[in-house]
């Protein structure tokens, strides 16, 4: 995948390659599990011996998600710590048996869907507790209901994106929510994490897609049918999507779906600079002309892509040359997707047309957009490659009203770059817009360099806070759609205010008063 | 605006008038005001000698709001409860200082925007308070910004809605949140209440425009700043969003606006029946053709709406002759609404007629939805008039997902009915469908009868207690846009869960531990 000429683009903007090899699955040095006895065949008594597990492979696998620093620790054979057992309920009565448990034994409950997480909202911490177990949601993955006039599914907190897509598919319905992590993600673990998926102009968030849901938490459920809106008081629905396990565990969910697209227009097109890009995709947000999936890459992120596509369709199809004659050479490449009915998704595109055009953009055609399409879960392959290579190769993101895009965007990336220079590794900074609202859009920044060969975790850390700082600075939100977890919970009280935490944590006292449940995340 | 001939036609449908006027304004009965001295002194302090009244007109103005029992009791001359004085905060520290006044005196505090609540939710309830008054927001009414680039106002919650769109509108903007209270309706109340307005289907109801906002507890304030969208942790703005004054008070809110529609094409159309109308606009609603108004009136709606028509266009322009002819003798009237960019909403038109008429509705021309617009905001001018003649009217809606809602338009129908037979006040049970999503609807029952004289309000608890009950067995929401209030909190348990009533009330012990915030309301 990660080609000899990818490396050699990587050498010339001054990143080398250093091979550096992930240990051996069995030479991960784990703490011997600390679960007693007692608990542990309390444990077993109640989900069977087939729901509970605590040997090497599987508490490794259950160690950590895949952020850049757990992916440092494990490749180095020292995660930061792994739980003592993990624990599969297979009904709401198992489920609802293990919390009490632990409440009553003092150990944590770290729910865990697909492990994909990149701001440690998995991570196995014990925080006061004897222990620490992983609620793996493996056996609660059913579609448990479809009602296909209401366009509602209700599913159960464990099953993966692709499950349900695949059911789904089957009554020519989908769900539309495809994040980078599909391949992998649980339906519970998108809702508790706010999630958007790549269409997500189109489609919405999924705090867009629930109608309904049941939270087991220790002390109490709270439990709300699918409807398709109410006045009936403060918004609890919203308040549990996001609770990242802090709050209960999502037992099940009812979800808001669509017809399966009979159409996708997927085309390309270049403007010539980012602020002439930023300023169509607003046009087309607040103009009736929102694509499904939209997104804008600064200059940095078009020449990496251009020079790392894997297929090469990209480049070859926009030569530089075509590109250069056109006033377009520096320019800023933009994806746009329109999916739905026969006739109507193409409406929808001509009108968008129209504005990009009068934009400014190059409409270029569909195949480099279908290249992009093609690969937009690869990522995280190609993070495994160059980690393997000792470059780092990391993501963040966050979202800002429109008025502050091109600051923000501008601000944020001077600070990693910053601080990268800082650490003695300069490295590549880029960004794209997706994710379009009428009132602002999300920006998700890049960037690749040479690790601190020793010193990984210091060398990220500093980077993460100059570019955490720089967004909250910049009237960011510090998370769009990666959630708080553990690596955000340091900008948490900056977010929502001192105000804004204790109303959160008195919500955590009510629901799960010994503190059991996902600790040290959402710095509850 | 009543006339003879509409009496007339309400004679004819076996529901007699007979003259019941209010008692004059100096005649309502109040009781001696309770605020203790030292404390009136201090708010007085506080907030100045304009700020502060406890003139007679001045509470009884701030004694209830426009609920039907409200307005038998006002015009009895026999409120329930009024408050001690007036108090009108105009900065945020009056505002805070107020609250901790009012909670270190045992003072309850119900905040009052227009007074428009029809759920009892400015209610002058105690609680075990000594005394309580309104806090009216009528000094914190100022537009404090305005982004023209991320569309997006920031509003102190007294604001009144016409006097913001006033100022949108010199800047070829608007909210587009026309409810029928629009007249009098502050913009905290909106956002306290979760209301929807008229033409929610396309601009979404308020909490889709909330962005930020900041409440003022007593023992904190909440400040979210206005973003398009976070993955923060749990969604404090939705929270926040229909909590009713009895967590805090909005003292303002950053606001989604909408660029001006400088095209509105509102057309009526007619369906042989209601499910074939039910069928058409959920097929609008999930083929990407949402109008940014639509209703359907039931049988027995358009029956009404065709006799009383004050202006006699709906009447006059679609003849029952010509109806008759095309078989849809006995039909449903539905109104449609497109706003826009010149263009654009004549294109989402066109592709929804196609719908229509693929449904069976029969467009009969712009005349009839242009008379409704012209008296969208005159039902309660109505309802005071039809009072005056001994004539109860009164509404109530839900919301549910399309699977429902026939039958729950059935049940619902059903039971008012049987209700008001039951009071020996057989009457008119009507309805219409408003407010589309994709996965369902709100039902908006209205209906009539002569009023049990001197049991007036027991009757309306009869009735009001059989359609709530029809309303939650059937999947319906409580209240899809009138908010909870006094008298929907007993169905409020039911809506949430037990657990969902712990949760909200752990919140409010933190926010308002001496539980002074507008008590009685939301269940709290």
């Known amino acids: 995948m990660l080609t000899a000429q990818s490396l050699g683009h990587l050498r010339a903007m001054g990143i080398g390659a250093r091979p550096n090899p992930p240990v051996a699955l069995q030479r991960v040095h784990l703490a011997t599990p600390s679960l007693q006895p ?7 008594g109640l989900v069977g011996e087939e729901g509970l597990s605590s040997d090497h492979a599987d508490r490794v696998a259950h160690a950590a998600g895949r952020g850049y620093p757990d992916l440092v620790r494990l490749r180095s054979g020292e995660p930061d710590g792994a739980p003592d057992a993990i624990v599969r309920p297979s009904d709401h009565d198992q489920l609802r048996g293990v919390l009490e448990l632990c409440a009553q034994h003092s150990i944590a409950v770290v729910p865990f869907g697909g492990g994909t997480s990149v701001v440690g909202g998995v991570a196995a911490v014990r925080g006061g507790h004897e222990s620490v177990i992983a609620l793996d949601m493996a056996r609660l993955a059913r579609l448990l209901d479809l009602d296909r006039t209401s366009l509602t599914a209700t599913v159960q907190g464990g099953m993966r994106a692709p499950a349900l897509e695949r059911e789904l598919q089957r ?3 989908t769900l539309g929510h495809f994040p980078q992590s599909f391949e992998y993600v649980s339906v519970g673990g998108c809702v508790a994490t ?27 459920d709270i439990d709300l049918p699918p409807i398709p809106a109410t006045a009936a008081g403060p918004g609890l629905r919203e308040l549990l999507v996001g609770s990242e396990g802090a709050l209960g565990v999502i037992e099940h969910v009812a979800l808001r779906l669509r017809r399966a697209p009979a159409q996708s227009i997927y085309e390309a097109a270049f403007f010539a600079d980012f602020a002439a890009g930023v300023q169509t995709l607003r046009s087309l947000a607040q103009r009736h002309a929102l694509p499904d999936l939209a997104r804008l890459s600064d200059r940095p992120e078009t020449e990496v892509s251009l020079a790392l596509a894997q297929s090469g369709s990209i480049a070859e199809r926009v030569g530089r040359s075509y590109l250069g004659l056109r006033g377009y050479r520096h320019g800023c490449l933009a994806i746009f997707g329109f999916e739905g009915q026969r006739g109507e998704a193409a409406e929808r595109h001509e009108r968008a047309r129209r504005l990009i055009s009068e934009g400014g953009g190059l409409v270029v055609g569909r195949s480099p957009a279908q290249a992009w399409r093609r690969t937009r879960f690869t990522a995280p392959y190609l993070r495994d490659e160059l980690l393997s290579n000792g470059i780092m190769v990391e993501t963040l993101e966050t979202a800002a009203q429109w008025s502050r895009l ?16 800082g650490c003695g590794t300069p490295g590549v900074v880029m960004c794209h ?20 060969r020793g010193d990984e975790l210091a060398q990220w850390q500093t980077v993460k806070r100059a570019a955490s700082d720089a967004v909250v600075r910049g009237g960011g939100t510090i998370t769009h759609h990666h959630a708080i977890g553990r690596d955000h919970a340091p900008w948490m009280e900056r977010e929502v205010g001192d105000g804004g935490l204790r109303a959160l944590r008195a919500l955590k006292a ?5 503190g059991i449940m996902n600790p040290g995340k959402l710095a509850l």
């Open 433 to 452: 817009v997706s994710h379009l609202y009428e009132t602002g859009a999300s920006l998700y920044f890049t960037f690749i360099a040479q690790q601190l």
């Open 194 to 220: 706010r999630s958007a998926g790549q269409a997500s102009s189109g489609y919405g968030a999924i705090a867009k897609m629930v109608l309904g849901l049941r939270v087991v938490a220790p002390a109490a």
């Open 38 to 44: 007692a608990a542990l065949a309390q444990l077993s």
């Open 510 to 514: 009510e629901l799960d008063p010994r």
């Open 171 to 173: 009554h020519t319905l």
């Open 406 to 421: 091109l600051d923000l965007h501008r601000e944020v990336a001077s600070a990693i770059d910053a601080a990268l220079k």
